[in-house]
C-alpha cells in the first residue's frame, strides 16, 4: 500500500519533470541563453590574462581563485568532521593506550 | 506522442531527470542504511549530468585553446568549472554518512532502519 | 587480504599509477586534467596499497604524522600565495596584477600563479582521500 502510493507520486514527478524539457531551449544549440557574454569573455581573453591554454584551469585558479579556497575549507572540514565521530588512531604503549 | 528526433536530440535531460528519480526511490523505500546513501549519491550524479550539458555546444571543441586559430566555437567552461565544486562537497557528505552508519552499528548492532527503530521504541518504555 | 596475484600486481603498478597522477597534476594547466583529478588518482594508489597489503603496512607507507602536516600545509600554501598578492601591491590571489612571472606559452612553468596552486590542490585531495580511509578503517581495540 506505502510503496505503490510512492510509486505513484514519483511517477507524476517524473510526468511533470519530462514535461519540462519542451520548455527549455534544445540541448547544443550555439544561441543558448548560457552562452552568453561571460563565457565568451572567459574563452576570448584567457591566453592574454593568463597565458595557459587550459580555460577551465584559468577560471578555477585564476579568474575564480577564491571559490577554490572556499572549496579546499570544506575538504578540512569534512576531515575534522569524521575524526570527530569516529576517533582518531590509537596508539598503544606497553601497559596503557591513549588516543590523539 | 512527440516526435522521436526530440527525445534522442535532448537525451541527456531525460537521463537525468530518470536517475533523479531512481534515486528518490532508492532513499525512500529501502530500510538498508548504505543503499539510502547510496541513493543519495545517485541524485548528486543525476545533478551534475543536467548541469554540464547545460554547456553543450553541437559540434564545438573542447575548451583547451590554441594560439594561432581566430574562429573556432569552443565548449561552455563555466559549468564544468562550477560542478568541481559541487563533487568535493558529494564527497565530503558521502564520508560524513558512512562514518555516522559505523557509530550506528557499534550501539545498535544493526543498520536496518526498522529493526533500529523497534529497538528504539523498546527502550523507551 | 592474502592473495599472491594481488600483492604482485600491486607491487608492480602502484609507482606507475602515481608516476601518472604526477603527470596530470604538473601538466593541469596544458591538457585536460588539473588538481582534483590528479589529486584522487595518488590517493586511489594508496588506497590501492592499503588494500593489499593490510593495515599496518598502509601505516608504514602514510603514516597519520605525515599526512595530517600535508594536508595542512596545502590550505597554508595557498592562503601564502594569496597573501603575496596583498604584499606585491595587487588584490587577494592576484596573478599577473601580482607580478608572478608569466613565462612563455606551452611551457610547464608559464602561467605564473596557475601551475603553483595546481601542486597545492592536488597533494590535499591526496592526503585527505588516505586519511578518511585509514580513520574509517581502524578500530578501537577491544578492551
Keep these: 500500500m506505502r510503496k505503490s502510493l510512492i510509486l505513484i507520486v514519483l511517477a507524476g514527478l517524473l510526468f511533470v519533470l519530462l514535461g519540462s524539457i519542451s520548455e527549455m531551449p534544445g540541448l547544443g544549440g550555439l544561441e543558448n541563453p548560457s552562452y552568453n557574454e561571460v563565457p565568451r569573455h572567459y574563452l576570448e581573453h584567457a ?25 579546499t575549507t570544506v575538504l578540512f572540514t569534512s576531515i575534522t568532521a569524521v575524526i570527530s565521530v569516529l576517533g582518531s588512531g590509537v596508539v598503544k604503549f606497553s601497559d596503557k593506550e591513549e588516543k590523539h | 506522442m512527440i516526435n522521436f528526433s526530440a527525445i534522442v ?17 532508492t532513499v525512500l523505500t529501502h530500510p538498508n542504511l548504505l543503499k539510502r546513501v547510496i541513493g543519495v549519491n545517485i541524485m548528486e550524479t543525476s545533478i551534475f549530468l543536467f548541469f554540464v550539458s547545460i554547456g553543450y555546444v553541437r559540434g564545438a571543441q573542447a575548451p583547451i585553446v590554441v594560439k594561432l586559430s581566430g574562429e573556432l566555437i569552443y565548449v ?19 564520508a560524513y554518512a558512512l562514518s555516522l552508519i559505523i557509530k550506528l552499528h557499534e550501539s545498535y548492532g544493526t543498520i536496518e532502519l526498522d529493526e533500529i527503530l523497534k529497538k528504539e521504541g523498546e527502550g523507551i518504555d | 587480504m592474502d592473495d599472491l596475484i594481488v600483492k604482485t600486481i600491486t607491487r608492480i603498478v602502484v609507482p606507475f599509477i602515481q608516476l601518472y597522477g604526477l603527470f596530470i597534476i604538473l601538466h ?10 590528479g589529486g584522487a588518482i595518488i590517493g586511489a594508489s594508496l588506497i590501492l596499497y592499503t588494500l593489499a597489503f593490510g593495515l599496518e603496512a598502509g601505516h608504514k ?17 595557498f592562503v601564502f600565495l594569496g597573501l603575496i598578492g596583498i604584499l606585491a601591491g595587487g588584490s587577494f590571489l592576484g596573478n599577473q596584477t601580482a607580478g608572478f612571472p608569466m613565462g612563455t606559452f606551452g611551457n610547464i612553468l608559464s602561467g605564473g600563479l596557475i601551475p603553483l596552486a595546481t601542486l597545492g ?9 588516505i586519511t578518511l580511509f585509514h580513520n574509517t578503517i581502524e578500530e578501537d581495540p577491544i578492551d
Design chain 1, 47 to 71: 591566453i592574454d590574462d593568463t597565458n595557459t591554454a587550459n580555460v577551465i584551469a584559468s577560471i578555477i585558479t585564476d579568474y575564480r581563485a577564491f571559490d577554490t579556497l572556499g572549496e
Design chain 2, 9 to 25: 536530440d535532448n537525451i541527456n535531460y531525460i537521463g537525468a531527470f530518470v536517475l533523479f528519480v531512481i534515486g528518490l526511490y
Design chain 2, 76 to 94: 561552455n567552461p563555466l559549468p564544468s568549472a562550477m560542478i568541481l565544486t559541487g563533487i568535493v562537497v558529494a564527497v565530503s557528505i558521502t
Design chain 3, 28 to 37: 593541469g594547466h596544458i591538457s585536460p586534467g588539473g588538481g582534483f583529478a
Design chain 3, 61 to 77: 607507507a602514510a603514516p597519520h604524522g605525515i599526512t595530517s602536516k600535508i594536508e595542512t600545509g596545502g590550505i597554508l600554501w
Design chain 3, 121 to 129: 590542490i592536488g597533494f590535499k585531495v591526496a592526503s585527505t582521500m
